[in-house]
């Protein structure tokens, strides 16, 4: 059974750091480009992240870009997402994906339950 539980989450102030963790099984996880993504409220799901099978290369959406850091473990099974400097716009639900090809988009991305980030004063 495929499975991947995000954690991590939690109500944080501005300029404030949280760490994600995205523990994942039922699938051989170093095989696959891993995604974060999440969904403010009221929007749809946004591209975040994403971290390549072999040579850890990243990349970042344009609003994350500098503050938040995507990384992977693959003898653990999991996904990480660092973010530092926090502002209130990263309110939103995160959740991570995966997929067999890189791509720039949350189209087609299957998420699970995620984890609440709530950044405010």
Not at 75 to 104: I, V, W
Not at 112 to 118: A, D, W
Request: hydrophobic content about 35%; some cysteine.
């Amino acid at each position: 059974q495929v499975q991947a539980v995000e954690s991590g989450g939690g109500l944080v102030q501005p300029g404030g750091s949280l760490r994600l963790s995205c523990a994942a099984s039922g699938f051989t996880f170093s095989s696959y480009w891993m995604y974060w993504v999440r969904q403010a409220p009221g929007k749809g799901l946004e591209w975040v992240s994403v971290i390549n099978t072999g040579d850890g290369t990243t990349y970042y959406a344009d609003s994350v870009k500098g503050r938040f850091t995507i990384s992977r473990d693959n003898a653990k099974n999991t996904l990480y997402l660092q973010m530092n400097s926090l502002k209130p716009e990263d309110t939103a639900r995160y959740y991570c994906a995966r997929n067999r090809f890189l791509q720039y988009t949350a189209t087609g991305l299957v998420v699970g339950q995620g984890t609440q980030v709530t950044v405010s004063s």
